[in-house]
Nanobody, 123 residues
Framework: QAQLVESGGGLVQAGGSLRLSCAASGLTFSSYVMGWLRQTPGKERAFVAAISRSGGTTNYADSVKGRFTISRDNAKNTVYLQMNSLKPEDTAVYYC????????????????WGQGTQVTVSS
């Protein structure tokens, strides 16, 4: 059974950095597109970033382009989200997600989700 476990969330001041990790198990990691999404209270989960199964192609929401970097290590079954120049509006629960495929496709449903990790950015 597939399992995704996020870590690395916490409290940081505006302008600071955090690195989120997501460790995957129970799936053939290198066959999956991986992504990060975030959710704030009362709102739907929103796309943040995605990475192709090879790691060669990345996609970002406009709101995080130039500040966030998604990467993966297929040998460690782990995907990362490096978040720099954080803003209070980045405060959310961040979720790791996965679906089998080659590259990210807008609108494709994510098959697996992690439990989420809280990121809070203070002003």
């Amino acid at each position: 059974q597939a399992q995704l476990v996020e870590s690395g969330g916490g409290l940081v001041q505006a302008g600071g950095s955090l690195r989120l990790s997501c460790a995957a198990s129970g799936l053939t990691f290198s066959s999956y597109v991986m992504g990060w999404l975030r959710q704030t209270p009362g709102k739907e989960r929103a796309f943040v970033a995605a990475i192709s199964r090879s790691g060669g192609t990345t996609n970002y929401a406009d709101s995080v382009k130039g500040r966030f970097t998604i990467s993966r290590d297929n040998a460690k079954n782990t995907v990362y989200l490096q978040m720099n120049s954080l803003k209070p509006e980045d405060t959310a629960v961040y979720y790791c997600a996965a679906y089998p495929g080659v590259v990210f496709t807008t609108g494709r449903t994510w098959d697996y989700w992690g439990q989420g990790t809280q990121v809070t950015v203070s002003s």
